[in-house]
């Protein structure tokens, strides 16, 4: 196989393994790898990681396919959803695992241990499948990990489901996630009475990134210690 013919079957993979090459070409893995240091020196393709390739240098496109399970969150998803108008020049991907970052030209991929591991699903970019975090989901993954400032998902909650964040901050069984999610939408206009039945004993802060300072809040026991 010609190398043109090549690259363009390997263009329609977000990432190619040593193995796929093989199977491709039908020849053994020794050839294959002198083959991908050959295509590599000529910077045809890059290197993702060990034994993980590819053609493109947009890294949404195979980030969520490096390691199975896993779905693009937190800043890549409030920018990819356009909840944000910040512009995060590292990906950042959801696992039940952990895993090292990944340094890609132009930009860093970060894997970020997730237990909650629901509500992404595929979406289309660029010609592609990738793996996402719903609208709501995201938000709800910002304040579990606490990796983006609270004030961007107060700002970005009034964009989503209510419903569906009250679904999905139940499903967490996190209380002090739950008040914090009534208070928001509460905040937002949106009031749901629901969530009130896990409102409990401790108080809780608002944000964790501040001192235990602030506004008390009784109907959903929180200290408001984020103000500006």
């Not at 920018?79 to 959801?94: D, G, I």
């Not at 609208?135 to 910002?142: A, H, N, Q």
């Amino acid at each position: 196989m010609k190398s043109i013919e090549l690259l363009k079957e390997l263009r329609a993979y977000p990432l190619f393994t040593v193995n796929d090459l093989a199977k491709i070409l039908g020849k053994d893995p020794g050839y294959v790898a002198v083959l991908i240091k050959r295509l590599l020196d000529r910077k045809l393709v890059q290197r993702i990681e060990r034994g993980k390739y590819t053609l493109h240098e947009d890294p949404l496109v195979f980030s969520s396919h490096i390691k199975y399970p896993s779905y693009i969150a937190l800043w890549s998803a409030l920018r990819f959803h356009n909840l944000t108008t910040q512009l995060p020049n590292t990906v950042f991907v959801c696992t039940p695992a952990s895993k090292k970052s990944i340094k890609f030209p132009g930009t860093g991929i970060v894997f970020v241990k997730n237990h909650h591991f629901w509500g992404y699903e595929k979406y289309a970019h660029d010609g592609f499948e990738i793996f996402v975090s719903d609208r709501e989901k995201t938000l709800i993954d910002c304040m579990l990990t606490g990796k983006v400032p609270l004030h961007e998902v107060a700002d970005a909650i009034t964009e989503v489901d209510g419903e569906k964040m009250v679904e999905y901050a139940k499903k967490t069984k996190n209380t002090s996630l739950i008040k914090r999610v009534g208070y928001l939408l509460e905040v937002s206009g949106r009031e749901y009475k629901d969530l009130l039945k896990w409102v409990k004993y401790p108080y809780a802060v608002m944000d964790t990134h501040f001192k235990r300072e602030g506004i008390i809040n009784h109907k959903w026991k929180l200290i408001i210690n984020n103000r500006e």
